[in-house]
Structure formats: structure tokens, C-alpha cells
């Protein structure tokens, strides 16, 4: 079975640009996670969707970042404009209701 | 508030010498506590779910018990390549929502 699929690994930009990363979960899982994981720090929920719709986006900011999934399966979460802030590892993961969570390799970000 | 809190941040072990990991937790109603490994540059790495106080589950040298308000994960005789930040979750009445400690970066050293 395959696993998580996300794409880029490593990005690098310069502040006030902007990025787009990409996600593609375990086939089936109606549900997809995206968490936003700074150095040192356990995984923080920014957005969960339910099939295409979102379930909870209440720690997502909203005025920088966005995110969609399309026909219930891909998803892309977009930073746009990106601060210094922003840099963490952006981690994709998705699970079947009731069962744990699978993660992907997730994206490095580092923002200049 | 639903809230894991890990312990330690950061543990120093020498190859063969056994020691546990906490996890300590408040949460409504709880449906399922989970530990993942986590190597440098990668994604978490599902180990275990415990549904119950009282249930425990193994694998190799990890081994995590669940209590009512905490988990425990041992680590009998450690290797090096057992080196990795351990995460812990919950997931409470919305068994679709997770909450993370900050998790324990374990150090085996030969």
C-alpha cells in the first residue's frame, strides 16, 4: 500500500513570496490532516478536512495562508505572503475514521 | 482544554541500559492514545494505539502500557538505532481530532 505522497521536499524563498506545497494521501482516507511542525516541537494542526470539505481550519491564519482538496482526494496548502516565521516542516498525513494517523515526509520551508 | 505534556524533553541513554518515556494527558472522554517515532527529516512513523487503561502493546524493545491519566513507553536494552524524537497523541471524543505532545528526543549511544 503507498503511503502519503508529498511534493516539494525542500523549499527555499525569500520572504513576502509566496509557496505551494502538495499532498496526496493513503488511498480511501476520506480524512487529510495538514500540521505545521517547528524545530523541537510536536505537530500543530493547521487544517483538516473531511472528504473535500473542512472539519477544522480554526488555527490555520487565514490572511497568509490558504488550503483546498480536490475532489476529495489531492490537497495543496499555499503561503502567500510567506514571513520569517513560516519556516517549519509542513507535514501531510491522513487516516480512515477511527484509526491513526499516517504521515508523509513531509516539506522543509525556510524562508530569507 | 485537551492537552500532552512529554517527558522528558531529552533522554541520554548507553546501549543496553532500559528506560521510560511519559506521557501525560487531559482529554475529554478518550478514544485512542498513540506513539509515533520520528527520525531527522522524516514524517512521524506510526508505532502503537491504546484504546484502554490497562492495555499494553509491543514491539521489538518498545513496549507502552496506558493508565487513566498518563502512558508509559519502555525501552528494554536499547540500540542506537533506536535514536529518534518520540511523539505522543490523543484523540478524544472527535476520535478524528489529534492533539501532540512535543515529544522526547531519545539518544542511545554504543
Known amino acids: 500500500e503507498a503511503g502519503v505522497a508529498q511534493s516539494p521536499r525542500y523549499k527555499i524563498i525569500e520572504k513576502r513570496q509566496s509557496v505551494a506545497f502538495w499532498c496526496n494521501p493513503i488511498s480511501g482516507h476520506a480524512t487529510l490532516y495538514w500540521y505545521q511542525q517547528i524545530l523541537g516541537q510536536g505537530p500543530k494542526l493547521l487544517i483538516q478536512?473531511?472528504?473535500?470539505?473542512?472539519?477544522?481550519d480554526s488555527q490555520l491564519p487565514k490572511d497568509r495562508f490558504s488550503a483546498e482538496r480536490l475532489k476529495g482526494v489531492d490537497s495543496t496548502l499555499k503561503i502567500q505572503p510567506a514571513k520569517l516565521e513560516d519556516s517549519a516542516v509542513y507535514l501531510c498525513a491522513s487516516s480512515l475514521e477511527g484509526r491513526p494517523l499516517f504521515f508523509g515526509p513531509g516539506t522543509r520551508l525556510t524562508v530569507l | 482544554e485537551d492537552q500532552v505534556t512529554q517527558s522528558p524533553e531529552a533522554l541520554r541513554l548507553q546501549e543496553g541500559e532500559s528506560s521510560s518515556l511519559n506521557c501525560s494527558y487531559t482529554?475529554?472522554?478518550?478514544?485512542?492514545l498513540f506513539w509515533y517515532r520520528q527520525d531527522p527529516g522524516k514524517g512521524p512513523e506510526f508505532l502503537f494505539t491504546l484504546y484502554s487503561a490497562g492495555e499494553e502493546k509491543e514491539k521489538e524493545r518498545l513496549k507502552a502500557t496506558l493508565t487513566k491519566k498518563e502512558s508509559f513507553l519502555h525501552i528494554t536494552a536499547p540500540k542506537p538505532e533506536d535514536s529518534a524524537t518520540y511523539l505522543c497523541a490523543v484523540a478524544g471524543n472527535n476520535f478524528n481530532k489529534f492533539y501532540f505532545g512535543s515529544g522526547t528526543k531519545l539518544n542511545v549511544k554504543p
Open positions: 482529554v475529554s472522554g478518550l478514544r485512542g
Open positions: 478536512f473531511q472528504n473535500n470539505g473542512v472539519v477544522d
